[in-house]
């Protein structure tokens, strides 16, 4: 089975390793010149490392990892330190953090040699007729593909060709995201500080440093190319955020202002009728962009993975495998994943909207109704994102 994969992020990679392990011919095709992972932390949680382990890679993710950050103390906190809420030791205790690129030059690692084509420029791709059609054209390759995967993100090219396209929003809010330059002691705690408008958030790295987050609500024409000033980044994130508690102050002076990143979040603007059209599948942000207020753009694009190299493992080791097998292993994947990742997507934008509430009294019932949830709500609802098993 030939499959082209458009995009070389965490879920283009992580489908290239599980099907080219169940023996399909894969060619990942990346736009820019060279591999770029990004910056940034990611949180590893119970899902995504369930997917890891279908993929095979539990060892080798374990190794570059470790289970400190699922004993700290975690929750929501003022701004003042108070906590609003601690989570449930239990339901955190199986998260694992990772610099994004360490987890991509893992997944690169897994490659045969050739199998990343990169400078292939993505817009000029076409795909015959109504993406049945098995031959796609670009700058650098004329080939032909069974199946073509899209994991080209956020402004996925392939997704424009799907007869209903939503396109994407602004989600009223953008972040600074930064990783101290050395190893800050958090004194055994983590998570998210929300104030008014604006939240911290604190993920340790297994080497001692730490990745932050500093999200803050604007307006939509205040999120252009240089809005914040990038230059001045780590003075801006100081004066909205240098009298919040400790250590919030200091992980943003540990962090230089070229290390730190603005980004403005956005998502899919409605779901996604269906993530595979003809011999075409979406994976990751391309299939169900969703905002990070679960921490679970991550952990979905691997489930993504995994879910597909399952499926798709009879067909991957054939020369020319049967399209109505193809069909159907296509339209059990959509199954499985749209409404899934539709859930998901919208309790991540709930919570988002409630963590950036703008007025005092508003934000006083919020935190007032954090306190009041029970526990055990609290456990099932993170249970059910956090539980999850391939098929089988």
């Given at each position: 089975?030939?499959?082209?994969i458009?995009?070389?992020?965490?879920?283009?990679?992580?489908?290239?390793?599980?099907?080219?392990r169940?023996?399909?011919?894969?060619?990942?095709?990346?736009?820019?010149?060279?591999?770029r992972?990004?910056?940034?932390?990611?949180?590893?949680?119970?899902n995504?490392?369930?997917?890891?382990?279908?993929?095979?890679?539990?060892?080798?993710?374990?190794?570059?990892?470790?289970?400190?950050?699922?004993?700290?103390?975690?929750?929501?906190?003022?701004?003042?330190?108070?906590?609003?809420?601690?989570?449930?030791?239990?339901?955190?205790?199986?998260?694992?953090?990772?610099?994004?690129?360490?987890?991509?030059?893992?997944?690169?690692?897994?490659?045969?040699?050739?199998?990343?084509?990169?400078?292939?420029?993505?817009?000029?791709?076409?795909?015959?007729?109504?993406?049945?059609?098995?031959?796609?054209?670009?700058?650098?390759?004329?080939?032909?593909?069974?199946?073509?995967?899209?994991?080209d993100?956020?402004?996925?090219?392939?997704?424009?060709?799907?007869?209903?396209?939503?396109?994407?929003?602004?989600?009223?809010?953008?972040?600074?995201?930064?990783?101290?330059?050395?190893?800050?002691?958090?004194?055994?705690?983590?998570?998210?500080?929300?104030?008014?408008?604006?939240?911290?958030?604190?993920?340790?790295?297994?080497?001692?440093?730490?990745?932050?987050?500093?999200?803050?609500?604007?307006?939509?024409?205040?999120t252009?190319?240089?809005?914040?000033?990038?230059?001045?980044?780590?003075?801006?994130?100081?004066?909205?955020?240098?009298?919040?508690?400790?250590?919030i102050?200091?992980?943003?002076?540990?962090?230089?202002?070229?290390?730190?990143?603005?980004?403005?979040?956005?998502?899919?603007?409605?779901?996604?009728?269906?993530?595979?059209?003809g011999?075409?599948?979406?994976?990751?942000?391309?299939?169900?962009?969703?905002?990070?207020?679960?921490?679970?753009?991550?952990?979905?694009?691997?489930?993504?993975?995994?879910?597909?190299?399952?499926?798709?493992?009879?067909?991957?080791?054939?020369?020319?495998?049967?399209?109505?097998?193809?069909?159907?292993?296509?339209?059990?994947?959509?199954?499985?994943?749209?409404?899934?990742?539709?859930?998901?997507?919208?309790?991540?934008?709930?919570?988002?909207?409630?963590?950036?509430?703008?007025?005092?009294?508003?934000?006083?019932?919020?935190?007032?109704?954090?306190?009041?949830?029970?526990?055990?709500?609290?456990?099932?609802?993170?249970?059910?994102?956090?539980?999850w098993?391939?098929?089988?």
């Open positions: 089975m030939r499959v082209a458009i995009g070389a992020g965490v879920a283009g990679l992580s489908t290239a390793v599980g099907l080219q169940a023996g399909a011919h894969v060619t990942v095709l990346e736009r820019s010149g060279q591999l992972p990004g910056g940034s932390g990611l949180s590893i949680f119970g995504g490392r369930a997917a890891l382990d279908a993929l095979g890679l539990t060892r080798e993710f374990d190794a570059l990892t470790s289970e400190t950050a699922g004993l700290l103390l975690g929750g929501m906190r003022k701004p003042n330190g108070a906590w609003i809420k601690v989570f449930p030791a239990e339901t955190v205790r199986d998260v694992r953090m990772i610099h994004r690129e360490e987890l991509h030059n893992l997944l690169s690692s897994q490659l045969e040699p050739g199998v990343v084509r990169l400078g292939t420029t993505i817009s000029e791709l076409t795909v015959t007729g109504d993406l049945r059609g098995r031959t796609a054209h670009g700058a650098a390759f004329h080939e032909t593909f069974d199946l073509i995967v899209g994991a993100g956020l402004r996925s090219t392939l997704r424009t060709l799907w007869p209903k396209d939503p396109g994407i929003r602004y989600a009223g809010y953008g972040a600074w995201r930064g990783v101290t330059s050395h190893p800050v002691d958090l004194h055994g705690e983590a998570g998210e500080t929300w104030g008014r408008h604006q939240r911290f958030g604190i993920v340790p790295l297994p080497d001692g440093r730490v990745y932050w987050f500093a999200v803050d609500s604007r307006p939509a024409e205040a252009g190319p240089g809005v914040p000033e990038t230059h001045g980044a780590q003075r801006e994130v100081l004066e909205r955020f240098g009298s919040w508690h400790a250590p102050p200091e992980l943003v002076d540990a962090t230089s202002s070229a290390a730190i990143q603005w980004l403005p979040i956005h998502e899919l603007r409605a779901p996604l009728p269906s993530v595979r059209y011999r075409a599948v979406l994976v990751g942000d391309a299939a169900h962009a969703m905002t990070p207020n679960l921490g679970q753009g991550g952990n979905q694009a691997l489930e993504d993975s995994a879910t597909l190299a399952v499926l798709l493992r009879t067909l991957a080791r054939q020369d020319s495998p049967r399209s109505l097998d193809i069909d159907a292993a296509l339209a059990e994947y959509d199954r499985l994943r749209r409404p899934r990742t539709r859930r998901i997507a919208r309790r991540s934008r709930l919570i988002g909207d409630a963590a950036n509430l703008q007025g005092r009294g508003t934000s006083m019932v919020r935190d007032l109704a954090l306190q009041l949830t029970p526990t055990s709500a609290l456990r099932r609802q993170f249970s059910i994102i956090h539980d098993a391939p098929p089988p």
